[in-house]
């Protein structure tokens, strides 16, 4: 019913009702945040959501699980390049469509990590990855001449947001957001447990983790960074090193931890925006503490294809940003280096050294 139809008396119950349902909707509210945090206990989620799968730990009195998948399907539907409704695919597709609130957000991180890595990350990169294929399987279909002629869709000052649109200087550029999105949902389904008044929580996604308060034993979460391994499988872990964190987010980038050996040296399978080609740099596995997990997400990935001495340059304008490298020396073999601050991430239980 629209103002003009109103009649006198309605015009006097509505402040009325505005007003109960105010006062219901607070209620409901320090309801969530309020509740008996005696009768909490910690739950486990698990599932897959972007073609990975998710776990999620944390201290409540009841299953979240449905709010958690509703959130993350909303996220499904705007970022999954697989999902062909989504509106990454749409935007793709050049087909009319309103980003949401997610892809802005995300399309917009993006955009400011590439301005500051010099477009080392860059959201525009899917015609190399869909050039070289999941896992580098049409690598022997690779020829100079396919990478020169992608290069012209290629660059993220190529795409801008203006007046809520994505506008693209060429069609035919593509945006590829996993390199970032699975971060970014972290922080999503972190702020969706806080809202009910969280406080001890754990929430990974596809690798990226994004950590708040304590666990079940009373201490910071324990995160382990894997050594870098050239196994094919995915199968094997060994682990490098223990991370205690209580209230950040944590990525590791270097392709699932695996690396190639190329002329005797080894290097991560990352795809450098630059060159259109594996990145041959000395990193074989960044991990990345911030207080965002879209942050450390980004910057894991943008490390990987920069090298060591970029990658320490790159740190130093990003407040609250800490790294640990796995990288190759000269001789081929491996060694670890971490930023200025990184020591106060280490557990007591470390693992061997390298």
């Given at each position: 019913?629209?103002?003009?139809?109103?009649?006198?008396?309605?015009?006097?119950?509505?402040?009325?009702?505005?007003?109960?349902?105010?006062?219901?909707?607070?209620?409901?509210?320090?309801?969530?945040?309020?509740?008996?945090?005696?009768?909490?206990?910690?739950?486990?989620?698990?599932?897959?959501?972007?073609?990975?799968?998710?776990?999620?730990?944390?201290?409540?009195?009841?299953?979240?699980?449905?709010?958690?998948?509703?959130?993350?399907?909303?996220?499904?539907?705007?970022?999954?390049?697989?999902?062909?409704?989504?509106?990454?695919?749409?935007?793709?597709?050049?087909?009319?469509?309103?980003?949401?609130?997610?892809?802005?957000?995300?399309?917009?991180?993006?955009?400011?990590?590439?301005?500051?890595?010099d477009?080392?990350?860059?959201?525009?990169?899917?015609?190399?990855?869909?050039?070289?294929?999941?896992?580098?399987?049409?690598?022997?279909?690779?020829t100079?001449?396919?990478?020169?002629?992608?290069?012209?869709?290629v660059?993220?000052?190529?795409?801008?947001?203006?007046?809520?649109?994505?506008?693209?200087?060429?069609?035919?550029?593509?945006?590829?957001?996993?390199?970032?999105?699975?971060?970014?949902?972290c922080?999503?389904?972190?702020?969706?447990?806080?809202?009910?008044?969280?406080?001890?929580?754990?929430?990974?996604?596809?690798?990226?983790?994004?950590?708040?308060?304590?666990?079940?034993?009373?201490?910071?979460?324990?995160?382990?960074?894997?050594?870098p391994?050239?196994?094919?499988?995915?199968?094997?872990?060994?682990?490098?090193?223990?991370?205690?964190?209580?209230?950040?987010?944590?990525?590791?980038?270097?392709?699932?931890?695996?690396?190639?050996?190329?002329?005797?040296?080894?290097?991560?399978?990352?795809?450098?925006?630059?060159?259109?080609?594996?990145?041959?740099?000395?990193?074989?596995?960044?991990?990345?503490?911030?207080?965002?997990?879209?942050?450390?997400?980004?910057?894991?990935?943008?490390?990987?294809?920069?090298?060591?001495e970029?990658?320490?340059?790159?740190?130093?304008?990003?407040?609250?940003?800490?790294?640990?490298?796995?990288?190759?020396?000269?001789?081929?073999?491996?060694?670890?280096?971490?930023?200025?601050g990184?020591?106060?991430?280490?557990?007591?239980?470390?693992?061997?050294?390298?």
């Amino acid at each position: 019913m629209s103002k003009n139809n109103m009649n006198a008396k309605n015009k006097i119950t509505i402040p009325i009702l505005c007003c109960l349902i105010l006062v219901l909707s607070g209620c409901n509210q320090a309801g969530k945040k309020n509740r008996n945090k005696a009768h909490y206990t910690y739950l486990q989620e698990y599932g897959e959501i972007f073609h990975t799968s998710f776990h999620i730990k944390y201290a409540y009195d009841r299953s979240l699980y449905d709010e958690i998948m509703t959130e993350l399907h909303k996220f499904d539907n705007s970022l999954n390049p697989f999902n062909e409704n989504s509106i990454i695919s749409k935007i793709n597709r050049n087909e009319p469509v309103q980003p949401d609130s997610f892809f802005i957000a995300v399309f917009n991180k993006a955009m400011e990590v590439s301005r500051i890595t010099d477009g080392k990350f860059d959201i525009t990169i899917a015609p190399f990855v869909n050039a070289w294929g999941f896992g580098f399987k049409n690598s022997d279909n690779i020829t100079p001449k396919l990478i020169d002629s992608l290069k012209q869709f290629v660059g993220y000052e190529k795409v801008r947001l203006e007046n809520g649109k994505i506008v693209k200087a060429d069609p035919r550029i593509q945006l590829d957001a996993s390199a970032i999105a699975k971060g970014y949902a972290c922080d999503m389904v972190a702020n969706l447990l806080r809202s009910y008044g969280v406080e001890d929580y754990m929430i990974e996604i596809g690798g990226e983790i994004a950590m708040r308060g304590k666990n079940d034993k009373g201490v910071c979460w324990r995160i382990g960074i894997d050594k870098p391994m050239d196994d094919s499988t995915g199968l094997r872990h060994e682990l490098q090193t223990i991370l205690s964190i209580c209230d950040k987010c944590v990525a590791t980038s270097g392709n699932y931890r695996n690396y190639y050996i190329k002329d005797g040296k080894k290097y991560a399978h990352t795809i450098d925006p630059q060159t259109g080609y594996p990145s041959e740099q000395d990193i074989l596995s960044a991990t990345v503490i911030a207080d965002d997990c879209m942050t450390a997400d980004a910057y894991a990935t943008a490390f990987m294809a920069s090298g060591m001495e970029k990658s320490n340059e790159i740190a130093k304008k990003v407040p609250g940003l800490f790294y640990y490298f796995i990288y190759a020396r000269p001789d081929g073999t491996m060694a670890a280096t971490y930023s200025t601050g990184f020591e106060q991430f280490f557990a007591e239980e470390k693992a061997e050294e390298l």
